[in-house]
């Protein structure tokens, strides 16, 4: 059994892996924004925490990590304002790798983008700017630490049922269902040749513990 701490519990990829960490026996805490949304996270499987990531200080999200074998970034700022992606989606995932790394709990897995890099290319005055700039910097600093880490970067992603298929190979984006995106985060968890590399990937025709495997 690992104990796994979602950051992001409530988002629509959390809910879809909850479940399957917790029916294979892992014991799962999802941080949520609000006490309004705890009902749906238990149903999920997971136990709720409620916990203000943009503005909890490092050793507040030290404490809230400690004794968890694994974190996983699923959070997001949802768009709006360039100050909030950048305070949600860089600052607040750093300060968590950071902390993190205070705790003791070296395993981490990053929920990115198919293309998140430095040179993303996005154009300044998209709207698409802000969170662009704000992963690649979460992402690098990722890269930069001694965790032990994983960065995921799935393509556009989609509504559609899991197929548990994937593809690691493609050099252009189409698209991803959430429901493997999940799949795909539980099976890192579960295989140690996945640290320290960064994985994209579609839906394709590649079983997922397959295609992730080194």
Do not use: C
Request: net charge negative.
């Amino acid at each position: 059994m690992a104990r796994i701490l979602i950051v992001g519990g409530h988002g629509k990829v959390a809910l879809l892996l909850s479940p399957i960490l917790a029916a294979r026996g892992d014991d799962v805490t999802a941080v949520i924004r609000s006490e309004d949304h705890a009902d749906e996270v238990r149903a999920s499987g997971a136990a709720p925490a409620v916990f203000d990531v943009e503005h909890e200080s490092r050793d507040a999200f030290a404490q809230l990590i400690a004794g968890h074998d694994a974190v996983v970034w699923s959070a997001g700022a949802g768009g709006g304002s360039a100050e909030r992606t950048a305070a949600v989606d860089r600052d607040a995932a750093i300060r968590s790798m950071d902390a993190a790394a205070d705790a003791g709990v070296h395993r981490y897995i990053m929920v990115s983008y198919f293309g998140a890099s430095p040179n993303h290319g996005v154009d300044p005055s998209n709207s698409f700017f802000a969170y662009a700039e704000a992963k690649a910097a979460a992402d690098e600093h990722l890269r930069a630490s001694s965790l032990e880490w994983t960065v995921l970067g799935p393509s556009s992603l989609t509504l559609d049922e899991a197929t548990g298929r994937i593809d690691t190979t493609a050099t252009e984006s189409t698209a991803a269902s959430r429901a493997n995106v999940a799949q795909v985060i539980a099976q890192a968890l579960a295989d140690s040749s996945t640290i320290g590399r960064t994985i994209t990937f579609n839906d394709g025709s590649t079983p997922i513990a397959e295609a992730v495997r080194a």
